[in-house]
């Protein structure tokens, strides 16, 4: 799901994610009501393309409106989107997960961490 967002920016991801989310969660009502003005308020075009495109995708999968969708299947599509902008994160910014756990586990071991009092 959402496999699309892969061959867009993060630039662009990060901003569609956050509206969508927000979208999904039903914080923008005035969205709900008014998508084409609402999902694309301060978002570039591609990025309002990819607002519209991820709202669409999970009305077809359900096929339901968002606003119809139970609690636990938004928390579900919420996760699905974090997990696919945050895989996205890490390759375009070449993130190392093993290297950055050792660095804050060699920062934990160290006084570093720790406050003297």
């Known amino acids: 799901m959402f496999e699309y967002l892969d ?9 569609a994610g956050h509206h969508a989310i927000q979208i999904i969660r039903k914080q ?24 519209d495109r991820i709202i ?8 339901k409106k968002i606003e119809d969708l139970p609690p636990e299947t938004i ?9 696919r902008i945050e895989q996205l994160s890490r390759q375009e910014l070449n993130v190392n997960q093993s ?11 160290s006084d570093i ?3 003297k009092r």
Do not use: C
């Not at 061959?7 to 901003?15: H, L, M």
């Not at 084409?36 to 309002?48: D, I, R, V």
């Not at 928390?75 to 997990?83: A, C, H, P, S, W």
């Open 7 to 15: 061959k867009s920016t993060i630039q662009d991801v990060f901003p």
């Open 28 to 51: 923008w009502d005035f969205a709900l009501h008014n998508r084409n003005e609402g999902m694309k308020s301060g978002l570039s075009s591609p990025q309002a393309e990819l607002v």
């Open 56 to 63: 669409q995708e999970i009305e077809t999968t359900e096929e």
């Open 75 to 83: 928390d579900k599509y919420i996760n699905t989107l974090v997990e």
């Open 99 to 109: 290297v950055g756990k050792n660095l804050l586990n060699q920062l934990r071991a």
């Open 113 to 115: 961490g720790s406050v």
